[in-house]
């Protein structure tokens, strides 16, 4: 069914296929009456939700952000266009599906916010939604994302290093992990009022690192991507990129991070025990009970259909962070 949509063929992606881009091309698929049909279509063109959403969504504004550029996080590896980094996402709590939240969440309001850092902390703190993007200087960091389900992006996120925010903090010589939380509101999130929608998980989507992974500077708290706000599906305002750990880790529009003496909960973890560890560092010699992680399905350019498989690399090939580990039996703590 989807080979025969020849349209999509000719309609492939450059390097960065911007927004506008990508709205132009909805209004063209729209000319040709294609927009809407997603229930004719299946697989990758479903999942990529480009032919899923009506018109009559509201597509959330992305405002641009002022950031820096540092030599050290820029990649000769080709970027994962905007329109998939937006539209083939997981945030369960808007859908299971990859195009649900991209569908879903376009009237999730995201200001005002507030994000509270306390527990084990001399100086506990508040940011509102303006002191998420102003407080603390941007940059743009362009990471690999690995998620535990085979598949990765390369993506250029702005925002700042966690252990910025931490220090401000000043946490106290008993904290040990850091414990992040997700906004809980069933009254906007579907996936939150029903267990259905929302993949059986007990919400709120909690998450947590030892605290010198937090400290880490490849450790990053994203409010940003391509240049822009983050859009909803992508964990607006504010979400974890921790580039070495598979894609679950990433939390999403976080409400709370909470320093700690005890190893907090991790949703995944919490879940499926035996499937999804609280360490989740990107390893191609531990396999997912029911997958190998050996390679990985690179998203990348040229058309909806087209995936590159590639060799997965221990720690995402951030080999800096392999002293954290010094010691421990990654197969056992996965
Ligand atoms: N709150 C919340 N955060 C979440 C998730 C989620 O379902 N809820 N999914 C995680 C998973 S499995 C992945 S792979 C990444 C996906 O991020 P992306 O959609 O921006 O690519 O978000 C992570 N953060
Ligand atoms: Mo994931």
């Given at each position: 069914m989807a080979r025969k949509f020849t349209p999509s063929v000719k309609l492939t992606d450059n390097d960065v296929t911007d927004e506008s881009v990508y709205r132009q091309r909805r209004q063209f698929l729209k000319?040709?009456?294609f927009v809407g049909a997603s229930a004719a279509l299946s697989g990758?063109?479903?999942a990529f939700g480009l032919f899923g959403s009506d018109d009559k969504t509201p597509v959330a504004s992305t405002q641009p952000l002022v950031f820096t550029k540092s030599a050290k996080y820029q990649t000769s590896e080709t970027q994962t266009p905007y329109?998939?980094?937006t539209t083939y996402n997981n945030f369960y709590e808007f859908g299971t599906d990859k195009s649900d939240p991209a569908e879903n969440a376009q009237g999730?309001?995201?200001d005002p916010w507030t994000l509270t850092i306390d527990g084990m902390v001399e100086n506990p703190l508040t940011l509102d939604h303006g002191a998420l993007t102003k407080r603390f200087a941007l940059e743009e960091r362009i990471y690999r994302m690995r998620c535990v389900e085979a598949w990765s992006m390369v993506i250029p996120w702005i925002g700042f290093e966690l252990g910025t925010l931490i220090k401000a903090a000043k946490p106290l010589s008993s904290a040990k992990y850091v414990a992040f939380t997700t906004l809980?509101?069933?009254a906007q999130m579907p996936g939150q009022k029903s267990r259905f929608v929302g993949g059986g998980i007990n919400y709120?989507?909690?998450?947590?690192?030892r605290l010198d992974e937090a400290m880490h500077p490849l450790t990053l708290l994203s409010v940003g991507l391509y240049g822009?706000?983050?859009p909803p599906q992508n964990g607006a305002p504010i979400r974890l990129v921790v580039p070495w750990k598979y894609g679950f880790k990433g939390i999403k529009s976080i409400v709370r991070v909470t320093l700690t003496d005890q190893q907090p909960g991790s949703t995944w973890n919490i879940l499926a025990p035996d499937e999804y560890g609280f360490y989740a560092n990107v390893n191609p010699h531990v396999d997912h009970p029911r997958w190998s992680q050996k390679t990985e399905r690179r998203i990348t350019t040229g058309g909806l259909f087209s995936t590159k498989v590639i060799p997965t690399e221990m720690f995402n090939g951030y080999q800096e962070v392999a002293p954290l580990y010094q010691g421990m039996d990654l197969k056992r703590f996965f």
């Open positions: 000319t040709l009456g990758p063109a479903q329109d998939k980094v999730f309001k995201t809980y509101d069933p709120p989507y909690v998450e947590g690192l822009k706000t983050l």
